[in-house]
């Protein structure tokens, strides 16, 4: 089962994808997505959702992760709105991919990968590293998007049945309609 994790952000974006065979977890690639600052909101959404679109197509994940997003109380409601356009873009993105999508809550993916559900970015990181063997720590939000990718990987052939495809009306494109579930 190869893995896309997603760690949503407005500005930059974070992916990481592993590749899980029986018991073994194995980095396939991780990376950063940076929008450029010149473009309008427009332009910077769909810029998300084609580099999206380009990091499914080149690495075919057989599923996909978005981390939930968490705002902290003292967020502007400006942040947290842009914040969750850039995550309906990438959520479009694997959908119109035709790819199944988990959603995880921060806390869920940090007690999944470290233990601890209040780990830090560093313990997050480090962790990060050991288990896919790197040989130094990825930067920040591509770390978040591994420990996503990680989380579901461990969870292995379970957290794939509550991947629910119902088939679409029939349209001009094949493709099939497929329903997000949330783990807590």
């Given at each position: 089962?190869r893995v896309l994790g997603i760690d949503p952000g407005?500005?930059?974006?974070?992916?990481?994808?592993?590749?899980?065979?029986?018991?073994?977890?194995?980095?396939v690639a991780h990376g950063n997505l940076e929008l450029?600052?010149?473009?309008?909101?427009?332009?910077?959404?769909?810029?998300?959702?084609?580099?999206?679109?380009?990091?499914?197509?080149?690495?075919?994940?057989?599923?996909?992760?978005?981390?939930?997003?968490?705002?902290?109380?003292?967020?502007?409601?400006?942040?947290?709105?842009?914040?969750?356009?850039?995550?309906?873009?990438?959520?479009?993105?694997?959908?119109?991919?035709?790819?199944?999508?988990?959603?995880?809550?921060?806390?869920?993916?940090?007690?999944?990968?470290?233990?601890?559900?209040?780990?830090?970015?560093?313990?997050?990181?480090?962790?990060?590293?050991?288990?896919?063997?790197?040989?130094?720590?990825?930067?920040?939000?591509?770390?978040?998007?591994?420990?996503?990718?990680?989380?579901?990987a461990q969870a292995g052939r379970l957290a794939t049945?509550?991947?629910?495809?119902?088939?679409?009306?029939?349209?001009?494109?094949?493709?099939?309609?497929?329903?997000?579930?949330?783990?807590?």
């Amino acid at each position: 089962m190869r893995v896309l994790g997603i760690d949503p952000g407005s500005k930059v974006t974070g992916f990481g994808v592993v590749q899980r065979d029986r018991s073994e977890i194995s980095h396939v690639a991780h990376g950063n997505l940076e929008l450029t600052r010149s473009l309008t909101l427009a332009g910077k959404l769909d810029q998300l959702h084609r580099l999206v679109l380009e990091v499914i197509e080149r690495h075919a994940p057989d599923v996909a992760v978005v981390e939930e997003v968490f705002m902290p109380s003292a967020t502007s409601p400006r942040s947290a709105l842009v914040l969750g356009q850039a995550r309906g873009a990438i959520m479009a993105a694997i959908g119109a991919a035709g790819i199944a999508v988990f959603e995880y809550a921060p806390a869920t993916i940090k007690q999944s990968v470290t233990g601890s559900g209040r780990a830090n970015k560093s313990q997050m990181k480090s962790m990060v590293r050991r288990v896919l063997d790197l040989d130094t720590d990825p930067a920040g939000d591509a770390a978040d998007a591994l420990a996503a990718a990680i989380c579901h990987a461990q969870a292995g052939r379970l957290a794939t049945l509550e991947a629910i495809q119902r088939p679409r009306k029939r349209t001009s494109r094949r493709s099939s309609r497929v329903a997000v579930r949330r783990v807590r």
